[in-house]
């Protein structure tokens, strides 16, 4: 959503890609030094294939310096993602995102600075709230794993039609006022000392795939029912 409206806010241009372009590097390489790009989103694992592609093409980051900034979300960020893009385009400044669909959409925030072992999720974004909770929705100490809760004006109300899906993910919020709720992400976090978010996993059996959400159950409620 903000990819679309934010440039528009500011008097920018917004570049659209033809349908499917996204899955060529060379193409998308190819767009940003056409129309000078400035701000791109990538999903990591889209990144990766971009940067191991267009790493293996000497002179191929030479068509990017239009570059300033690059987002990315949808699934975790690892570091050699980062470093890559950045021997192609060595000022570019890398911004982390966080945010499940439930809270409409990024709800923490995190500048790479280089030298991470672990690229952090950040800190919460303007009026979103973030817990890490235990199983009793007690906030756990620093460096301890516990589930992430979200908070804030963000939060969806529900899902339509669904109301023990809905009953089972947004729980009443201890500290809020009443009608309050969080949204239980599901996603194991912990605080590093300097307080920065640090993704752990999932405490379900859901993953991640090039940025969409897979229930495995669901890959195996239709296994079941194939013959044999």
């Known amino acids: 959503v903000w990819e679309l409206f934010w440039p528009l806010m500011v008097g920018a ?12 590097p060379w193409y998308v390489a190819s767009v940003v030094e056409r129309f000078g790009v400035s701000v791109c989103h990538f999903v990591p694992s889209m990144l990766s294939v971009f940067v191991d592609a267009l790493g293996g093409d000497r002179g191929a ?16 960020l690892g570091v050699a993602g980062v470093e890559g893009l950045r021997g192609l385009v060595p000022g570019v400044r890398v911004v982390n995102l966080y945010g499940p669909t439930e809270a409409a959409v990024d709800v923490t925030s995190y500048v790479v600075s280089g030298g ?6 950040g800190r919460a974004v303007p009026n979103v709230s ?21 908070g804030g004006v963000q939060v969806a109300r529900g ?19 009443v009608g309050s709720r969080l949204y239980r992400t599901g996603d194991r976090v912990r605080w590093s000392g300097v307080g920065e978010l640090e993704y752990v996993g999932r405490s379900d059996f859901q993953v991640k795939l090039r940025g969409q ?14 013959p044999g």
Not at 62 to 75: I, K, Y
Request: hydrophobic share 40%; aromatic share 6%.
């Open 13 to 24: 241009s917004v570049v659209v890609a033809e349908p499917g372009g996204h899955r060529d």
């Open 61 to 76: 980051g030479g068509g990017l310096g239009s570059l300033r900034q690059v987002f990315c979300s949808g699934e975790a």
């Open 116 to 121: 991470e072992v672990v690229v952090p999720i």
């Open 130 to 150: 973030v817990w890490v909770l235990d199983s009793r929705l007690r906030p756990v100490p620093v460096g301890v794993v516990g589930e992430l809760y979200l």
């Open 159 to 177: 899902y339509a039609s669904r109301s023990g899906l809905t009953a089972e993910r947004f729980v009443a919020d201890p500290c809020g006022g």
């Open 213 to 226: 959400r897979i229930e495995l159950g669901e890959i195996e409620s239709v296994l079941q029912t194939a």
